[in-house]
């Protein structure tokens, strides 16, 4: 009786010990190695996926309940994203990476709740640990696109603008008037900005090209594009549709401003 008594009580001990949630960190107290860590993101449900898994001594993957500090910075050190997860139990699942069959623990960051930043790529951060019984030092993934960037803005002098189209003598040939300008900024792999103008040939014939100039500026006053927009073959009346693209020096979050030139010979 005396020993069925103790082995009752030695399981009514062990069900508290569960109930009461002590239990949780057995698991974590036999993981003595951090592999497999990876960064991706998971278009399909608008998220970026943080993957690790946690071993034994024996080399057995462990399911371990463990903390997850979890840090995105884009290429400037800008801290887009910084959070603590709670990887549990079911976070773990089994994955097929580089044809490799891998029991890994996936930590979910949704899209929204990472900051635009300067660059779309960048360095993910993570540090596992288990209070008083686990701890890693922190690792990092190099991300090489698909982080969120600023959108840039372009402010323009005071529309409408008249350029006046003169002969290598002076006269005025033809006038063309910028009447509205939009801008598109695409910063998927290489940071590109087209410019739209649309507008209005005012004066002239159509047997001349109509030439002038475009200038862009940063914040900062620096010009960092110029060229020339050449227009064929418009009558008075016309109006055109002319678009620039930019690929250099475009900076995510820059306010660039655009001025216009007449041409000179």
């Not at 050449?230 to 900076?251: C, H, M, N, P, Q």
Request: charged share 25%; glycine share 8%; with cysteine.
């Amino acid at each position: 009786m005396k020993k069925i008594g103790s082995v009752c009580l030695a399981f009514l001990l062990l069900l508290l010990f569960a109930l009461c949630g002590c239990g949780e960190g057995i698991k974590a107290r036999y993981v003595t190695t951090l592999k497999n860590w990876f960064f991706q993101e998971n278009s399909g449900v608008n998220e970026y996926n943080f993957f690790f898994s946690l071993h034994g001594d024996d080399g057995d993957a462990i399911d371990a309940e463990v903390t997850a500090d979890v840090r995105i910075e884009d290429e400037s050190g800008n801290v887009l994203y910084k959070k603590t997860h709670t990887v549990t139990e079911k976070d773990y699942g089994d994955y097929t990476r580089q044809n490799t069959e891998l029991h890994l623990a996936c930590v979910r960051v949704p899209k929204s709740a990472v900051l635009p930043g300067v660059s779309s790529s960048g360095k993910a951060y993570l540090k596992v640990y288990r209070e008083e019984i686990v701890e890693f030092d922190e690792v990092s993934c190099d991300v090489y696109y698909g982080l969120p960037v600023k959108d840039v803005k372009i402010v323009c002098e005071t529309l409408p603008v008249e350029l006046k189209m003169k002969d290598y003598r002076g006269n005025v040939e033809s006038v063309i008037r910028v009447e509205e300008v939009k801008y598109a900024f695409n910063s998927d792999i290489v940071n590109d900005l087209k410019i739209e103008l649309t507008g209005t040939k005012t004066q002239g014939g159509s047997n001349s090209f109509d030439h002038f100039i475009y200038k862009l500026y940063d914040s900062k006053g620096f010009m960092i594009d110029s060229g020339s927009v050449l227009l064929s073959s418009l009558s008075a009346g016309d109006r055109f549709k002319e678009d620039i693209t930019i690929y250099k020096d475009v900076t995510p979050g820059e306010t660039y401003t655009i001025k216009f030139e007449e041409y000179s010979y």
